[in-house]
């Protein structure tokens, strides 16, 4: 029977209401007013037609709502439409629904519907999403059956699948079997290249697609990037930017994060920067991306200004923020820590055990221990890693004790690894302790862990630091595998220990091996050339660091300046930072203390200004360098108003050696009463070393009463130090306080204690000749002797007048003139006089600090004899020069 035919007018109805609910199917943005349509459709009966069936499924897909999209197409069902099988494989595939996807696929053959070219892109990617090979290698087969494999879109289809499927060599035989490509075929090849890191590939394809008159995209530009940066080929890649912007192609934010990416790698900040900021849609990857870039590249405080700038725009991801706190903990930045933190509770960031260790280490390094240990009770799983961070956290905070009960508890959780060990191991150093090394050494072997090469390393380190220098080298020696780490523990060790023969013997050895040097060798080495007899030494290093292209390096011109300055060749020291372009406050620091160290404290003050003029922000240790220059020059006003400014200016806490230096200010020029009031004032206890400074300081002055007070407060903080009872007991011998030098040298004796004798040396023509005091039985003794005596009429015309307050034993002014000629010092100057031409400067070492008697001489006999004396004592450089000295009479 014939359908009867619509009146023209009624047709006319019918397809103005089928204009009007396609055009309000395409419009609809919300799951609502699709019911309300699809109810409409049901009531009017067209929902089981092909063209608004296939409407609705696409649009619930659109909204995704896949369920719906089923129920749909249940309706219509059986159906042997390729169109209404096609919208449903699609609209699964849309929603990630792969397996329903393949599966009405798979109906779809078994009811012998033969696909179209419609069909196959959404199957083809169905089977990448579900990783479903063999149903992929299926899938190709069908195509290649029904003859489609020279459809565009398919060929893209399979390019892109095989690519995640990484079988790459398929993608290419796809791509190169396409009769016609276009920018996605492409696109899906470099970036299947680029995805799985063949950068080669990536590369070469992109310049291909150029050379086939391609115009890139920004999705090539985005794939293409990572390969540069992959390559590390930072040219390569500025020229894909540079023809980006030749080409007028539009920076998207997908390129922007690959352009940033790239130069992030590469460490050129500069154009990074660049980027960022011209870059006019941000998203939370871009923000990302520059974040955990500049934090990697250790600009910490830009990275946590950024994430603070990120926060009014984007919310970060976990590792955004894991990011973020790396950057507080390198800067100790412990206030935007907290912020980080509280930011991430607040927002309900689920903390796992990397992001948990994350923050345990940025307390740790912060200084606040205790909250990392909230932070590690609070914990649901630790790893090893956690508790390894909460010990080396208590460690940093100074708290080695309680470093010490966490290692004992970890025990009883968890086995300690490799790290653990060598992050408990320098406890030992810090509490002294030999024997709980010798525990944790046998702990090591038990385990398994003394073979490991970095635990050996750290083992050497604690037996030298804890006064085992044999122990430290039976663990190097007996090494099967070494390390560059080792060698320079063990030349360090050898520096620690000032074993400076056996230290250079492993330098030598180092080289018979043909171990290169890196950076922390000549780190370690450089020290050892800081004392009078290796100043040879110094200065082969120094070519050496030259020949191996060293010498621009900051830390090696740094430590050069202090080993010239401490081996007695401060124009070596003042080259060297002249010559350094690139200075950071230990540069300067290391000049204002050399300075300081030679007497040179206008200088000191000066070079201090420059450093602050350079915008190189002072620290504790710069302030520390000026204060003591100014003690050392008389710059009392001076190293005062330094401390105030280190105080109010720059909000530096001063630790107890600033107090200690500030006193030795006072005490060094006279103002006794200032010293101690000042010491009174302290916000801490005054401890022996404090009192120390002011003892030290005040052997010139007469201030007895605060002399006799401060002696007995010494000896009561600190009753098992020797060098405070003879720094006592000589300071009674200079007032002539007889009974109580003998008071106090009787403690001395009960105690056990020994005096240090003085020593001095000097080297000439490569020989060290070592001079104690008193002592007799040196080679040419009679000359030195004889010459003293001949020294001694000649400057007695010049004024000198001997000052027996110098001598700390109760004798007769005879004897204490004879023990005055034989102090180490006068020995070695006679010495070198005999032994060396007319002219020539003499370079002594000696072991304690210079007396007032030795000092007065010294500038009497380099005036008589027209030469130079350059003396280190253990406090400072002197040199002696026409009668005077460059310390002022401050030292």
Not at 608 to 634: Q, T, V, W, Y
Not at 729 to 750: F, T
């Amino acid at each position: 029977m014939r359908p009867s035919k619509l009146h023209p007018f009624a047709q006319q109805i019918q397809e103005s209401l089928y204009v009007q609910i396609s055009r309000a199917l395409s419009s609809t943005l919300n799951i609502k007013e699709l019911h309300r349509i699809h109810s409409v459709l049901i009531t009017l009966g067209l929902d089981r037609t092909v063209f608004f069936s296939g409407k609705l499924i696409s649009k619930y897909s659109q909204l995704k709502d896949p369920h719906s999209c089923s129920k749909v197409f249940i309706r219509v069902s059986p159906t042997n439409n390729v169109y209404q099988w096609n919208t449903i494989i699609r609209a699964m595939t849309h929603n990630g629904l792969f397996t329903e996807a393949l599966d009405h696929y798979t109906k779809m053959r078994v009811m012998n519907i033969k696909p179209d070219t419609f069909t196959f892109p959404s199957v083809i990617n169905s089977c990448a999403g579900s990783g479903k090979f063999e149903t992929a290698k299926i899938v190709h087969e069908h195509v290649l059956e029904l003859g489609y494999q020279s459809d565009l879109y398919i060929g893209n289809a399979l390019i892109d699948m095989y690519a995640r499927f990484s079988t790459l060599d398929k993608a290419r035989q796809v791509f190169d079997e396409m009769p016609k490509r276009d920018t996605v075929s492409w696109n899906s090849l470099v970036s299947g290249y680029s995805a799985h890191e063949e950068w080669e590939e990536a590369l070469d394809t992109f310049y291909q697609s150029r050379t086939a008159g391609l115009t890139p995209d920004s999705f090539m530009l985005s794939s293409v990037l990572p390969a540069c940066s992959g390559l590390n080929t930072i040219t390569e890649g500025q020229i894909v930017h540079g023809l980006s912007i030749k080409l007028g192609i539009n920076i998207s934010t997908r390129v922007c994060n690959a352009l940033l990416s790239m130069y992030l790698k590469s460490n050129n900040l500069q154009d990074c920067h660049k980027v960022f900021n011209e870059t006019a849609i941000k998203d939370t990857g871009t923000w990302n991306t520059i974040i955990s870039g500049y934090s990697q590249a250790t600009l910490y405080q830009e990275s946590i200004t950024l994430f603070m700038e990120m926060l009014q725009k984007h919310q970060p991801d976990l590792l955004t923020v894991t990011s973020v706190l790396h950057a507080c903990s390198h800067i100790q930045d412990l206030e935007s820590g907290k912020f980080v933190h509280n930011y991430m509770v607040i927002n309900g960031y689920e903390c796992d055990t990397t992001a948990s260790n994350i923050l345990i280490n940025m307390y740790a390094k912060c200084g606040d221990a205790h909250t990392a240990r909230k932070v590690f009770n609070k914990m649901k799983t630790r790893d090893l890693t956690s508790w390894n961070s909460l010990i080396n956290g208590f460690m940093i905070a100074s708290l080695y004790e309680e470093s010490m009960d966490i290692f004992t508890s970890m025990k009883t959780d968890m086995k300690p690894d490799f790290v653990t060990y060598v992050t408990i191991l320098p406890v030992c150093t810090f509490l002294m302790s030999l024997k709980l090394a010798k525990e944790i050494h046998c702990e090591t072997i038990k385990s398994g862990f003394n073979s490991s090469i970095i635990v050996r390393n750290s083992l050497i380190d604690v037996y030298a630091k804890c006064g085992k220098m044999e122990d430290a080298l039976n663990q190097f020696e007996y090494m099967k595998d070494r390390d560059i780490v080792s060698w320079n523990t063990i030349i360090s060790a050898c520096s620690h220990s000032d074993n400076y023969n056996l230290g250079f013997r492993i330098i030598n050895q180092m080289r018979i091996e043909q171990i290169l040097p890196n950076v922390a060798t000549l780190l370690s080495t450089l020290p050892l050339c800081s004392n009078l007899e290796s100043k040879r030494q110094g200065k082969e290093l120094h070519a050496f660091i030259f020949k191996l292209n060293f010498e621009l390096n900051v830390p090696i011109a740094n430590a050069l300046i202090e080993m010239y300055s401490k081996c007695g060749n401060l124009e070596n020291s003042i080259r060297v930072f002249d010559q350094t372009k690139v200075k950071d406050v230990v540069t300067w620091t290391a000049m204002i203390y050399a300075y300081g160290m030679y007497g040179q404290g206008e200088k000191s003050v000066t070079a201090f200004e420059n450093m602050k003029s350079a915008r190189i922000i002072p620290d504790r240790i710069a302030f520390l360098a000026i204060i003591f220059a100014c003690s050392h020059s008389g710059l009392v006003e001076k190293g005062r108003a330094y401390f105030t400014q280190m105080t109010k200016y720059y909000k530096i806490t001063p630790k107890i050696e600033h107090y200690a230096c500030v006193v030795d200010l006072y005490s060094r020029s006279g103002q006794l009463p200032e010293a101690e009031k000042f010491i009174l004032s302290m916000p801490m206890p005054p401890d022996a070393s404090i009192w120390g400074s002011l003892l030290s300081g005040s052997r010139k002055f007469v201030h007895t009463n605060i002399i006799e007070r401060v002696s007995k407060r010494i000896i009561e903080l600190n009753p098992n130090n020797p060098g405070y009872y003879i720094l006592v007991s000589n300071i009674y011998a200079s007032l002539g306080k007889w009974e109580e030098v003998k008071n106090v040298r009787k403690l001395i004796k009960v105690k056990g204690f020994k005096k240090i004798a003085g020593r001095s040396w000097l080297e000439i023509d490569k020989k060290v000749y070592v001079f104690s005091s008193g002592d007799k039985w040196f080679e040419q003794y009679e000359e030195v002797r004889k010459l003293l005596e001949v020294l001694g009429d000649l400057i007695a015309k010049e004024g000198y007048i001997g000052n027996l307050r110098s001598v700390v034993q109760d004798v007769g002014e005879d004897e204490k003139r004879e023990i005055l000629c034989g102090h180490s010092e006068r020995l070695a100057i006679a010495f070198g006089l005999l032994n060396t031409k007319p002219g020539t400067r003499l370079q002594i070492m000696k072991n304690l600090r210079v007396c007032e008697d030795c000092h007065s001489v010294s500038k009497y006999i380099s005036k008589v004899v027209e030469r130079e004396f350059l003396v280190r004592d253990a406090n400072r450089f002197h040199l002696f020069k026409n009668g005077v000295c460059s310390c002022g009479d401050y030292w």
